[in-house]
């Protein structure tokens, strides 16, 4: 198993500290902008598996990167992630900082290859996993809500997350984020505190994953053996 190097840890640390302060402080303006970072007209608009769980929303962020590999080289990347399996691919200084212990892998490892419909995936290890509500082999996985789950259990505001890929040849896919957030039931200020500052958070790690995994992905299936 191969973890990020120190240097790289380093650089994306930094990195992600400026990338953060940046946005941040810009996000009442950027957001319009950074919101559908790297997608297209199509994929915003079109309806995703995954969005049927959070069938009320009125925020929706869809991002996007091309990669230069095939889906099926990019699926062992994805199906891995989580804390206690290969990480978030993000910036992982930043995570420690908020107390997650992880290490993000940087190869494939084959006891991480294997998710189902029910298994739960931990963010953070004080937090309940999100559970995973419908998945495709070498095509998506989405995290929500079941539908038949009881209704003092839903999470407020009710959401979904989703990772997907969209094959463009047989050399090229494109990879999506997609986050689908319902209104708050009981807005309080709190609440409605954490959702904003969780808005910019949210583009910051994801962006830097979305670039990780595309890295991986590509350097793998170029064949150099060497994706750092």
């Known amino acids: ?37 790297g997608s297209v007209a199509a994929e915003r608009e079109r309806a995703w598996t995954g969005d049927e769980f959070a069938p009320s929303s ?20 994805i199906v891995q992630f989580g804390l ?3 990480g978030f691919y993000s910036y992982e200084l930043l995570e420690r900082v908020v107390g997650i212990p992880v290490k ?26 999100i559970p995973i509500v419908a998945l495709e ?6 995290f929500g809500q079941p539908a038949d789950a009881p209704v ?6 009710l959401r979904s997350w989703s990772i997907y890929l969209d094959p463009q040849s047989s050399q090229s896919c494109r990879l999506v984020l997609r986050g689908c957030v319902e209104e708050l039931r009981e807005p309080t200020a709190l609440k409605r505190l954490g959702l904003w500052m969780g ?8 962006q830097r994953m979305l670039r ?4 991986l992905a590509e350097s793998s299936d170029s064949g150099s053996g060497d994706p750092t």
């Open 152 to 157: 003092t259990a839903d999470p407020d505001p």
């Open 84 to 86: 206690g399996r290969a």
């Open 58 to 77: 009125h925020d929706i962020s869809t991002r996007a990167v091309d990669v230069a590999a095939g889906a099926d080289a990019v699926w062992p990347w």
């Open 212 to 215: 990780t995994i595309r890295r």
């Open 1 to 37: 198993m191969r973890y990020r190097s120190q240097l790289r840890f380093l650089l994306e640390g930094v990195e992600g500290v400026g990338v953060f302060l940046v946005v941040f402080l810009s996000w009442p303006l950027s957001k319009r902008w950074l919101e559908n970072w």
């Open 104 to 129: 993000n892998v940087e190869s494939v490892v084959e006891e991480f290859q294997t998710l189902d419909i029910g298994d739960e995936i931990k963010l953070h290890p004080t937090a309940p996993g």
């Open 199 to 206: 808005q910019p958070i949210d583009f910051v790690m994801e």
């Open 137 to 142: 082999r070498g095509r998506h996985i989405c």
